[in-house]
T-cell receptor
Framework: EPEVTQTPSHQVTQMGQEVILRCVPI?????FYWYRQILGQKVEFLVS????????KSEIFDDQFSVERPDGSNFTLKIRSTKLEDSAMYFC????????????FGEGSWLTVV | DAKTTQPPSMDCAEGRAANLPCNHS???????VYWYRQIHSQGPQYIIH???NNETNEMASLIITEDRKSSTLILPHATLRDTAVYYC????????????FGTGTLLAVQP
């Protein structure tokens, strides 16, 4: 069964460093998402992306965050200058089209900022 | 998206049916009911969704009341591996379709 894959599974970074989290969505999907989950808290929406542009973003997704689809397969989340409070599990997700299809999630990238 | 209300936790004996309730009294006519689960900080896993009719797939059944104000997810023969947080989400689907997760129900399957 096709799945969303994410790398790295775990990354430790120093505060102030840039981090790029990578995702390979399901191949024929057109809508892409990033969510995050701080330890012990809810899964929170960050951003959705379609047709090479952001379609919606949450308050969490400030200027420190950016997303990109650099080629036909990867979808990346960049955090420009990490803060301690960015420590969380980051989930990538994708959806086939706009007809109400299901969103499928990857297994997550655990980011620890020290 | 309509607000959903779920009990914070439930227990179920292994091999028995797990019935997880969800209230969505403000759901609108074109909002779907989606169920996802999250096993121990893994990525949320899609289970099932429905609009008006009851639905069944290889994982579970979804029973939606006629007035659509509540629904029940049924895992027919719960196993230990079904221990997870289960999320009921009301969502329009369509282009925007961003899922908003609540706190869900922690289902503990007991041996």
């Amino acid at each position: 069964e096709p799945e969303v894959t994410q790398t790295p599974s775990h990354q430790v970074t120093q505060m102030g460093q840039e981090v790029i989290l990578r995702c390979v969505p399901i191949s024929n999907h057109l809508y892409f998402y990033w969510y995050r989950q701080i330890l012990g808290q809810k899964v929170e929406f960050l951003v959705s992306f379609y047709n090479n542009e952001i379609s919606e973003k949450s308050e969490i997704f400030d200027d420190q965050f950016s997303v990109e689809r650099p080629d036909g397969s990867n979808f990346t989340l960049k955090i420009r200058s990490t803060k301690l409070e960015d420590s969380a599990m980051y989930f990538c997700a994708s959806k086939k089209d706009n007809s109400g299809n299901t969103i499928y999630f990857g297994e997550g990238s655990w980011l620890t900022v020290v | 998206d309509a607000k959903t209300t779920q009990p914070p936790s439930m227990d179920c004996a292994e091999g028995r049916a797990a019935n997880l309730p969800c209230n969505h009294s403000t759901i609108s006519g074109n909002e779907y009911v989606y169920w996802y689960r999250q096993i121990h900080s893994q990525g949320p896993q899609y289970i099932i969704h429905g609009l008006k009719n009851n639905e069944t797939n290889e994982m579970a059944s979804l029973i939606i009341t006629e007035d659509r104000k509540s629904s029940t997810l049924i895992l027919p023969h719960a196993t230990l591996r079904d221990t997870a947080v289960y999320y009921c989400i009301a969502n329009y689907g369509g282009a925007t379709n961003k899922l908003i997760f609540g706190t869900g129900t922690l289902l503990a399957v007991q041996p």
